[in-house]
C-alpha cells in the first residue's frame, strides 16, 4: 500500500489550477479574436453601405436648394395667445405645406413669421437681422391705411367725410350746418362704441377719435345692411403691386332688419362680431345653404337679378383700394428703407366696404390683422383657408416643384428652372432697334426693359412679378391694372418705377395673350 505523501494533493492542485488557468487564457483569447472579427466585419460593412450611399448621391443627387432629411421649413408666430384658436386655419396651411413650427426666440433660421401683431416695434431688432430669404406678413408702414382716424381723414374717393376730433371740430360744425340733413358717427381705432348720434351728444373735445358722416340710405338685402371685406395683398411697394382674393369675398349682415329704423338699436346698422351669416340671409340661401354657391357668386346674382352690373361695383371697390395705396406709397418706401431685405415683406389686409341704395361704394376701413377664425361660424373655415392658401401661393411661401428653406436656398439652375431671364424679356423689336443699342439708351424709358439694361435686382424684381403672375390661384391684380394689347396707356402720374413695371406687363402682354386682361 502506497503511503499518503502530504505533498501528492499539492501537486494534484497546482497542475489542475495551471490548466484551468490556461484553459481560461484561450477562452479570453477566443473571444477577442471573435469580437475583433465582428468589429472588422461592421467596420467593412458599413464602409460598403458608405461606398454605396457615395455610388447613389453622384447617380442620383438631391437638386441643389432642395433641403436633406434633417431639414425642412419652418415657421414662427408672433402674436398674443397664438395657441387659442384664432390662428388655427393659418397653422392649417402652412402644415399642409410641409412646414414645421419653430420659436423666433429660439431660431434664426425660420422661413416665414405670421404676425398678427404689428413686428416692427416690439421685436424690430429681430426684423433688422432678418436674412435673405425669410419673409414676414406685415410691411413696415402698414399703420399709414390701417388707422381708422388717418384713412377717415384722408379725403380720398369713396371715403365718408370725417373729422378728426378736436383739431377739426370746426370744420365739422360748418359742415353739419351747411348738411343739416346728415347723420354722423363717432368713431376711434379701437372701433368699439359706434353709434349715431346728434351733433350736440358728440364728445368735440377729446382726442384721439374721429366724427364720420354716416351712410343713412344702405343697400338692403332682405331688409338687412351689410358690409363687403375684400382681402388685398401687397406684395411690392417700389414698385406697387397690389392683389384681390377675387374668387371670393366676405359678407356680413346687421343682426336686425334697418327699417323701422332706431338709431338706440345698433344691431339695426353695426356689423359686429355676432354677425348674422350670409346663408341665413332668405334671398341668399337657396344659392348657398342649398347649391353651395361662394359669398361673391351669391352677391353677383342677386344685384344681376336686380338689372345692374356687380362688375362695375367690384372694379369702383378695386380702384379705391389702389387710391389708398398710391396715396400712402411714399411712406412705405421711407419705411421699408430701414430693412436690409425689401423683398421679404408681403402682406395681407382686408377693406370693408359698404354700398347705398344705387350701389355707390364706401370705404369703411382697412384690417391690418382681419380675423380669420370660424369659432363663431365654423362654415366659414374654406373661406378662410382658401383665401391664406391663395395669399401663400402667390408670394412663394407655398412652393411648387423647388423645395427649399432658409438654410438651403435654391441654387441657379433650380431658380432658372423656375423662372429665367428669357422668361421677363419683352418689346423685343424695341430692344434690338438702333434706339436701343447705344451706350446711354439704358437713360430712356423705352429702353430700360431691355436685358442689358436690366441690373440684378432689376431682373429679381421682375422674376417676382413673374412668379406671382403664374401663382395668382384665386387672387387678381388689381395693379398695375391688367393690360389688353395695344394699350400704350403709360399713365404720366404714377412714378417712374410704377410706370416700368406697368409697361413690363403691357410688354408680357404683347407677346403672351394670357398675361392680358
Not at 338685402?221 to 384681390?244: A, C, E, M, Q, W
Amino acid at each position: 500500500m502506497e503511503r499518503y505523501k502530504p505533498n501528492s494533493f499539492k501537486r494534484f492542485d497546482s497542475s489542475g489550477s495551471g490548466s484551468f488557468l490556461k484553459w481560461g487564457r484561450m477562452t479570453s483569447l477566443i473571444i477577442t479574436v471573435l469580437f475583433l472579427g465582428l468589429l472588422i466585419t461592421a467596420l467593412n460593412i458599413w464602409q460598403l453601405s458608405s461606398l454605396q450611399a457615395q455610388h447613389y448621391q453622384a447617380e442620383h443627387a438631391v437638386p441643389e436648394g432642395q433641403p436633406g432629411s434633417d431639414s425642412g421649413q419652418t415657421y414662427v408666430v408672433y402674436a398674443k395667445h397664438p395657441d387659442s384658436g384664432y390662428l388655427k386655419h393659418i397653422f392649417n396651411v402652412l402644415e399642409r405645406a410641409g412646414y414645421r413650427r419653430a420659436n423666433y426666440n429660439y431660431s434664426e433660421n425660420w422661413d416665414i413669421m405670421w404676425a398678427h401683431d404689428y413686428p416692427f416695434k416690439k421685436i424690430r431688432e429681430k426684423m433688422l437681422a432678418m436674412k435673405k430669404g425669410q419673409k414676414v406678413n406685415k410691411f413696415p408702414g402698414s399703420g399709414y391705411i390701417t388707422n381708422k382716424v388717418n384713412l377717415a381723414t384722408s379725403g380720398l374717393k369713396n371715403v365718408p367725410p370725417a373729422f378728426s376730433i378736436p383739431k377739426e371740430k370746426d370744420k365739422l360744425l360748418n359742415y353739419a350746418k351747411a348738411f343739416p340733413d346728415k347723420l354722423f358717427v363717432q368713431k376711434s381705432n379701437n372701433h368699439r362704441g359706434i353709434q349715431i348720434q346728434g351733433l350736440s351728444q358728440l364728445d368735440l373735445d377729446t382726442a384721439g377719435s374721429f366724427v364720420q358722416e354716416y351712410i343713412a340710405n344702405p343697400f338692403l338685402i332682405d331688409g338687412h345692411k351689410f358690409d363687403i371685406g375684400i382681402y388685398t395683398t401687397v406684395t411690392s411697394i417700389n414698385p406697387l403691386r397690389i392683389y384681390v382674393h377675387h374668387s371670393d369675398a366676405l359678407l356680413r349682415f346687421c343682426p336686425e332688419k334697418y327699417h323701422p329704423f332706431d338709431a338706440s338699436n345698433k344691431d339695426k346698422y353695426v356689423v359686429h362680431d355676432d354677425y348674422l351669416p350670409s346663408w341665413k340671409i332668405p334671398s341668399f340661401s337657396k344659392y348657398m345653404k342649398t347649391q353651395g354657391f361662394s359669398f361673391t357668386d351669391t352677391l353677383n346674382t342677386y344685384i344681376r337679378g336686380l338689372g345692374r352690373d356687380p362688375e362695375k361695383v367690384w372694379e369702383e371697390m378695386y380702384s379705391t383700394i389702389t387710391e389708398v395705396y398710391e396715396k400712402h406709397e411714399e411712406m412705405f418706401i421711407k419705411a421699408i428703407s430701414h430693412y436690409p431685405h425689401k423683398d421679404a415683406f408681403f402682406e395681407m389686409v382686408r377693406f370693408d366696404f359698404v354700398l347705398d341704395d344705387q350701389l355707390n361704394v364706401y370705404l369703411m376701413e382697412a384690417n391690418m390683422s382681419p380675423n380669420l377664425s370660424s369659432a363663431h361660424f365654423p362654415p366659414n373655415k374654406l373661406l378662410y383657408e382658401q383665401v391664406v392658401h391663395s395669399l401663400l401661393r402667390l408670394v412663394g411661401v407655398v412652393q411648387g416643384s423647388v423645395r427649399w428653406d432658409v438654410l438651403h436656398p435654391p441654387g441657379e439652375e433650380a431658380r432658372n428652372m423656375m423662372v429665367a431671364d428669357k422668361d421677363i424679356l419683352t418689346f423685343p423689336n424695341t430692344c434690338t432697334s438702333e434706339q436701343c443699342s447705344g451706350f446711354t439708351s439704358c437713360s430712356q424709358e423705352e429702353c430700360d426693359l431691355c436685358l442689358p439694361c436690366l441690373s440684378t435686382e432689376d431682373k429679381k424684381m421682375l422674376k417676382s412679378a413673374w412668379l406671382e403672375q403664374v401663382n395668382r390661384h384665386s387672387t387678381r391684380r388689381i395693379f398695375p391694372v391688367p393690360p389688353t394689347r395695344g394699350d400704350s396707356n403709360n399713365s404720366t402720374n404714377l412714378s417712374r418705377a410704377n410706370r416700368r413695371m406697368q409697361r413690363w406687363f403691357q410688354g408680357k402682354c404683347e407677346l403672351d395673350l394670357n398675361w392680358c386682361h
